[in-house]
């Protein structure tokens, strides 16, 4: 049999060959691909249809435990974001190795964190290991577009076939350039992620011939507010996590990732104000809008930044409505926990001179849906990427370091078994 890192990196080529594109999101050859794998070593498993029509399928697999402890349950999601082939370099599902790297769509995001969760539980299966908590193996489907029929409606549908306390899930690396200038290499775990609120501005004006522009023009108006949009700064707001992260690095720099971690955030994503399809270069559009993607911190008031943004625009013509709010607000996981302790132990073994630090996620994740139900969660992957490897996540030619991969698979390895084992 492979090496545990041998295992792992083949286990990530053929995981990377399915195609689980969401969307349109059927993820059945991904699931039967984990199952039988699960199978083979005699682990119980199960498959949880949301939308069989759909392949909207979940995966949760168990190794019971004594009962004397909570369950810890590991999180990957089996979807991932479409390609532009024209982009890559090479075959985004061929599972290509090349130049020390494996590549391929979900290499870290993330096939990858589900071949080392895999690997953790088969390795405690064949060395006999006795625990003393449940050790749940969960895949969903669905992450990509919010999660609404893959950890959501477990969550929503399934709680009692899982009821964590403590989840594994994304929203943490070993980290090169994203909090520091320089290259230490700081492990980042997720323990809160920023609240996502999505808003659509919009606005009515007669339309016309362009020929004659008319006094309003509603394209004039929303693009004015959205430039005053563009010129406000939030203001900066260290949460607890963000000063605790300030306590071990000796400070937050100015970086583009830092920046997110230290204030809320607002993007603009959608703005559409024509007429005809091609657009009519010579009509006034009667409507325009646009959609902002705002990125709140875990302890902002969504109202209040409501009221805050509604002063920025400061235009009563602008009609501003939610199209995403955030379900339960401030939800921060601790990081004085025997299993935050056990990642920062284990992490050191390998990487002696790095630094552990829990961290605040920018981005959305499943683990959401765990923490309103109580559970403590941290994403964590222990594996070095450099930005620049950052920057292909949803990008062109994402790959992950055989490296990285097979160091990150011994520590996940060690992490749980130091967690779930009889003492």
Request: hydrophobic share 35%; proline share 6%.
């Amino acid at each position: 049999m492979n090496s545990p890192n041998q295992e792992a990196i083949t286990l990530l080529k053929e995981y990377i060959t399915i195609n689980t594109v969401n969307p349109p999101g059927d993820v059945t050859p991904a699931a039967n691909f984990l199952k039988d794998i699960i199978e083979k070593e005699n682990i119980p498993v199960e498959l949880y249809w949301s939308d069989k029509s759909t392949g909207r399928v979940n995966l949760l697999a168990r190794l019971n435990g004594s009962g004397a402890n909570n369950p810890l349950l590991m999180l990957h999601h089996m979807d991932v974001v479409p390609v532009d082939e024209r982009g890559w370099t090479v075959e985004p599902f061929g599972g290509v190795e090349k130049d020390g790297y494996l590549c391929g769509r979900g290499s870290l995001d993330m096939k990858n964190y589900g071949v080392v969760q895999l690997m953790s539980m088969l390795q405690l299966v064949r060395q006999g290991v006795d625990l003393d908590r449940d050790l749940l193996f969960l895949a969903v489907c669905d992450e990509e577009i919010g999660g609404e029929l893959g950890a959501k409606w477990m969550v929503e549908n399934h709680w009692d076939d899982m009821a964590p306390e403590f989840v594994l899930d994304e929203g943490g690396f070993g980290t090169e350039g994203f909090f520091t200038k320089d290259n230490r290499l700081i492990f980042s775990v997720g323990v809160a992620e920023k609240q996502m609120f999505a808003l659509n501005l919009s606005i009515k004006r007669p339309p016309g011939h362009a020929s004659m522009p008319p006094k309003e023009n509603a394209n004039f108006i929303l693009s004015e507010a959205l430039a005053r949009v563009a010129a406000y700064t939030t203001p900066e707001n260290l949460t607890p996590v963000a000063k605790e992260m300030e306590n071990r690095l000796g400070g937050l720099e100015q970086t583009v990732y830092n920046n997110a971690v230290m204030r809320n955030t607002i993007s603009l994503t959608v703005l559409k104000g024509f007429v005809g399809d091609p657009p009519k270069t010579n009509v006034i559009p009667e409507h325009s809008e646009a959609v902002l993607d705002c990125r709140l911190l875990p302890e902002q008031d969504k109202d209040e930044f409501l009221e805050e943004l509604k002063n920025v625009i400061d235009d009563d013509r602008i009609t501003i409505t939610p199209v995403l709010e955030p379900k339960w607000g401030s939800v921060v996981s601790p990081y004085d926990s025997e299993l935050f302790r056990i990642i920062e132990e284990e992490t050191a073994k390998v990487y002696p001179n790095s630094i552990t630090l829990p961290h605040l996620v920018i981005y959305g994740t499943d683990s959401r849906y765990f923490r309103g139900k109580g559970a403590s969660c941290y994403g964590f992957f222990p594996g070095p990427v450099s930005m620049e490897e950052y920057s292909r996540i949803h990008g062109n030619d994402e790959r992950i370091r055989l490296e990285s991969l097979s160091k990150a698979t011994d520590i996940y390895c060690s992490v749980v078994k130091q967690f779930c084992a009889k003492r």
